[in-house]
């Protein structure tokens, strides 16, 4: 439990990170492989949280396109309202993160 709300808490300050995923020259990545990214980065300014950058990355490649574009458009949504698809994501990605 303590990994998901570290996970929650990160990617619902994401929302800031998506909307620059597009301007860094790399629109070859797939939505999924921006998502990882916002992701491992968003965690990694947590003091004492690590992210696997690999284990996030399979977690992401789980979801759809769309579950993933909706998930970097709207992070600040609320978890309640969230995809089965996006909620095993977030389950997903707390198994991704080590505490320091």
Do not use: H, W
Request: glycine share 8%.
């Amino acid at each position: 439990m303590k990994y998901r709300a570290v996970t929650a808490v990160a990617l619902a300050g994401l929302t800031l990170v998506a909307v620059g995923c597009g301007s860094d020259g790399d629109s070859d990545a797939t939505v999924q492989e921006q998502l990882t990214s916002a992701v491992v980065d968003q965690l990694e300014e947590v003091d004492g949280v690590e992210a696997d950058e690999a284990c996030v990355s399979a977690a992401a490649a789980s979801l759809s396109d769309a579950d993933a574009q909706a998930l970097l458009d709207n992070l600040d949504a609320d978890p309640a309202t969230l995809s089965e698809e996006q909620q095993a994501f977030l389950d997903a990605t707390g198994a991704c993160i080590s505490l320091g």
